[in-house]
């Protein structure tokens, strides 16, 4: 396992994120609020490619997943119940010297001290557990029954209508109940830009099975998980399986693996693969006193079902696929000028802009129309962008910076002007590769669909 850091290429990284709009510091204007980020025009439609990607795989080309979109503010029962309310927290001390608040066990040392990260003092409280859910009071009293959460995992409204879903999609073991949302947990320190924030969002599935079968779904779902990330172009050797030990798991899991990502601050966990057996369910039918198990038909039997979650984070996984796009390259023009392209080589499935349109000038109303025709004709099926200023050079850089795998170029052959065999063709630019071929108006939309569905 490599454990190279790589601090400069992370700040390049951040720095073509907000310069290109992909990610910038939530309510910046104000000074920030540390933890929380918004997505900007091209992020927004890389998060949202990736979670279309996952729900499409994960529940619609399946027959044994159907979905959930639960509330995120939540009983206390609930979590008082999945064990949250006592002990959802981190190991917290605080610096005498500067005051600040740290994690415990994230704290550097030195000759065999810890130390504050912030200004090196040595003078730490003794930690003492900090809870991570963000309370809120509901409606207009203040007494403590008002008291909810904002979920810190999509998971447990998944338990909690678990008998909902079984009722009416008429389901039988196994089958799963996917969720993607917004979870909130007070993280002691967020760092590594979004890697640990706040805010953020999870892609959950709880995977319901019979007792006997829950270690071979979780090796089926370690598996399944790993190709996914291969089919959003992160690479296999780029990602690694640890086998989390007995100690470090949850009293209840029979087994979990961390699937991590080789991030340029380190190697990260972006998903757990938990087998949870029933430990949830039962929390829940024990403390609602409502039945959450399930009748074998078969076997005439009644029993909770064990319960296998592979749980990833988007946030986590569109920095590892900026993190995995990044890269620079040496250009020497016609002219023998050289210059450092930056280019995202995002997977063309996950780009924000699948392809721009570029007439050769702006001021031909003949190109213009045709270049605005194509535009109109691939939008339903795909986020396009058109643009007509600068020299055809720029718009190309432009689109490489943004992560856009085709360039669409309308020019005078395509009027037929030089030969009118080209007549209705445009040159199609491959952002990789920088080679140009000539393709027939007609056939463009089929090609580009082949690449980025
Ligand atoms: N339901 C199980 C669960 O929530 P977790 O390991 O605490 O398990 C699952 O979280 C995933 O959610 C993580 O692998 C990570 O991708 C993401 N995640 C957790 N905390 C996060 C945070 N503070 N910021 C960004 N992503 C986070």
């Known amino acids: 396992m490599s454990d190279k850091t790589d601090p400069q290429r992370m700040e390049k990284i951040v720095s073509l994120c907000k310069r290109r709009g992909f990610i910038f510091q939530s309510s910046e204007i104000y000074g920030g609020l540390n933890g929380c980020w918004d997505y900007g025009p091209l992020g927004v439609e890389l998060k949202n490619n990736l979670k279309q990607y996952w729900w499409r795989v994960m529940v619609r080309e399946r027959d044994d997943v159907v979905g959930l979109d639960g509330s995120i503010l939540t009983h206390r029962a609930v979590l008082k119940a999945s064990g949250h309310e006592d002990t959802f927290s981190d190991p917290m001390v605080d610096c005498r010297t500067c005051k600040a608040r740290l994690r415990a066990d994230q704290l550097p040392e030195k000759n065999g001290s810890k130390q504050c990260p912030n200004c090196g003092g040595k003078d730490l409280t003794e930690a003492r557990p900090f809870n991570l859910m963000f309370s809120t009071q509901m409606g207009a009293s203040a007494d403590p029954d008002s008291i909810a959460y904002l979920r810190p995992e999509t998971a447990q409204s998944i338990f909690v209508q678990f008998k909902n879903v079984l009722d009416t999609a008429r389901k039988k073991l196994p089958f799963g109940i996917a969720q993607i949302g917004k979870a909130f947990r007070n993280e002691i320190n967020p760092r590594n830009f979004t890697f640990r924030s706040r805010e953020f969002e999870q892609m959950e599935l709880e995977y319901f099975c019979r007792p006997e079968e829950g270690m071979k779904w979780l090796e089926y779902w370690k598996e399944e998980r790993l190709k996914f990330y291969e089919n959003i172009g992160i690479p296999r050797d780029k990602l690694h399986v640890l086998t989390v030990p007995e100690a470090d798991r949850a009293f209840y899991s029979k087994g979990t693996y961390d ?114 025709e194509i535009q109109a004709a691939l939008r339903p099926s795909m986020n396009v962008f058109y643009d007509e200023t600068g020299a055809i050079g720029r718009r190309y850089r432009r689109q490489d910076e943004a992560g856009t795998p085709f360039g669409i170029t309308i020019d005078f052959e395509t009027l037929g002007e030089k030969d009118v065999g080209l007549l209705d063709t445009v040159t199609l630019r491959h952002r990789d590769s920088m080679k140009q071929e000539r393709v027939k108006i007609s056939e463009l939309l089929s090609l580009l669909l082949s690449q980025v569905q």
């Open 259 to 372: 699937i991590e990502y080789e991030f340029p601050f380190g190697v990260q966990e972006l998903e757990g693969v938990a087998y949870r057996t029933d430990y949830d369910l039962k929390q829940h039918q024990e403390a609602s006193g409502k039945p959450l198990d399930y009748f074998d038909e078969e076997t005439k039997q009644r029993f909770i079902p064990h319960v296998v979650e592979p749980s990833a984070g988007v946030d986590r996984t569109v920095l590892a696929l900026l993190c995995n796009a990044y890269d620079e390259e040496t250009v020497t023009d016609e002219k023998g000028k050289s210059e450092t392209r930056i280019v995202m080589r995002f997977h063309p499935r996950m780009a924000p802009i699948k392809v721009g349109v570029f007439p050769l000038l702006k001021n031909n109303e003949q190109l213009v129309a045709k270049a605005r």
